[in-house]
């Protein structure tokens, strides 16, 4: 993807763990700058924002680029999941895995007659999508196994 690793990182971790149709609506409100996406690892040039008090971290930015890119994931990633069956409402976003790839190579000119790298830092990013089902019932809530030194211990206190 063409957009900058940093910014992405941040965007992408920011969707972990949300439902797909709630990362898609946060994503949404964030171009239109009702949400922040905070930033937790790269804080060295993000400013400090009040709306980031809604989280632990104080720094976040507004990457449109990159919240672009990664709604048309999601989007891309809630027709998969149609696709294979899985009900989206219940979909939530357990793996984000966001990599530097290979660095887009240009040149710019300079005083003097020099010529200096203008590099740019793309990523892969890849999400993963779970469907969460509600809690399991207990069946047998009488047999409760023990472990080997809690049946010793009721041995010995029935031996007294």
Wanted: proline residues 3%; contains cysteine; charged residues 30%.
């Amino acid at each position: 993807m063409r957009a900058h690793f940093k910014n992405t990182y941040e965007t992408a971790r920011a969707c972990r763990g949300l439902y797909l149709n709630k990362a898609i609506e946060y994503m949404e409100k964030v171009l239109t700058h009702e949400a922040i996406v905070p930033f937790r690892r790269f804080t060295g040039g993000p400013g400090r924002h009040a709306i980031c008090k809604n989280f632990k971290h104080h720094n976040g930015r507004w990457p449109e680029k990159s919240v672009n890119h990664v709604i048309s994931l999601l989007k891309n990633l809630k027709s998969n999941a149609e696709s294979r069956g899985l009900d989206t409402e219940k979909c939530q976003i357990s793996h984000v895995c966001v990599q530097r790839a290979v660095s887009g190579r240009r040149r710019t000119y300079r005083a003097h007659g020099r010529i200096s790298p203008y590099l740019s830092s793309n990523c892969h990013v890849e999400f993963h999508v779970v469907e969460k089902s509600g809690p399991v019932a207990r069946e047998d809530k009488q047999q409760v196994r023990l472990t080997k030194k809690q049946a010793a211990k009721q041995r010995l206190a029935i031996g007294k």
